[in-house]
């Protein structure tokens, strides 16, 4: 799920609306990862979308959050799912590392 301001440049299904859209998809394909969805909200409350987002799919047990700020995570118990980013630098290889550590822990 997509919840970063990235999300504008993307249409409901998660398809680029522009060149920077393509830009995020590719890469987010280098690290074969693929987006399941996108939120509508604010940037201000992210904490509380993904909660409420993750209450209404009760079914995804194992996630990610990619993230270079950290919102109100910790209010909504989210902080144990959170990779933190640098907002200079982005995704590195050694954030995929830390995501594949996360998700195994999960299991």
């Known amino acids: ?15 680029p ?13 280098r690290f074969n990862l ?3 969805a996108r939120t509508d909200s604010d940037i201000v409350n992210q904490g509380k979308t993904i909660y409420n987002w993750l209450q209404k ?3 995804v047990k194992h ?4 993230d270079d700020n950290v919102y109100d995570y910790e209010k909504y118990n989210l902080m144990d799912h959170l990779v ?9 290889y050694t954030h995929i590392e830390e995501c594949i550590k996360k998700v195994q822990m999960d299991f």
């Open 1 to 15: 799920m997509l919840i970063s301001s990235w999300k504008e440049y993307l249409n409901k299904d998660c398809k």
């Open 17 to 29: 609306k522009n060149i920077m859209g393509e830009y995020l998809i590719e890469k987010l394909n």
């Open 34 to 36: 693929k987006l399941y």
């Open 57 to 59: 799919h009760l079914n």
């Open 63 to 66: 996630y990610i959050i990619l």
């Open 84 to 92: 933190y980013l640098s907002f200079h630098m982005g995704l590195q």
